[in-house]
């Protein structure tokens, strides 16, 4: 049995006049990191665009744990997990339905997601939160909130673009 979790097969995309990605082939082990380096234009967010579904592949096939995110998107979309750069919210969502949203979203068991959501709030400093709007967190505690329901989803692929941006120590 393989041990790849995440595989990506002859990826390409061009846009208009611009070729963004030229048959991108990489594999991904249980419990490596990997990360995307290169200039402006390389290519780094058309190929997590891509992992996330967000972009539609011109050429190639990405797997996680056997599972073809062009055959079976939900499934696939199940077990990854995304920490974006800009934290996206809802507006009108306290930071409790946010994590109950994730824990509806990907299926989890209530009353254990609930023990591990209280752990990650109390370890991002957040767990006197959980009735706040968005509009009273500062860019870096949205942030955390970014992580926190991340790592709620307990997903097998965690995508992560530059989290860090504006967090405290």
């Known amino acids: 049995m393989s041990n790849i979790i995440l595989k990506l097969s002859n990826i390409a995309k061009e846009f208009p006049g611009v070729r963004a990605l ?13 990360a995307l380096l ?12 891509h992992l ?3 972009l539609r592949m011109q050429k190639g096939k990405i797997t996680l744990n056997g599972i073809s995110l062009t055959e079976n998107p939900a499934e696939f979309k199940k077990m990854v997990a995304y920490i974006p750069e800009t934290p996206i919210l809802y507006p ?3 930071l409790k339905e946010h994590l109950e949203l994730v824990m509806l ?11 591990r959501a209280k752990e990650l709030c109390k370890m991002f ?18 942030q955390k909130v970014m992580i926190v329901t991340s790592f709620l989803a307990n997903a097998d692929l965690l995508v992560i673009d530059e989290p860090f941006t ?4």
Request: charged share 25%; no cysteine.
């Open 38 to 49: 290169g200039e402006n234009g390389a290519g780094k967010s058309t190929t997590i665009k």
């Open 105 to 115: 979203t990907y299926g989890l068991d209530h009353d254990q997601a609930w023990v």
């Open 92 to 94: 009108e969502l306290t």
């Open 22 to 34: 030229d048959n991108v082939n990489f594999e991904l082990f249980h419990g490596e990191v990997h």
């Open 166 to 169: 504006g967090l405290d120590p």
């Open 52 to 54: 996330l579904g967000l």
């Open 125 to 142: 400093r957040l767990e006197n939160k959980l009735d706040w709007l968005p509009i009273k967190f500062s860019k870096g505690m949205k």
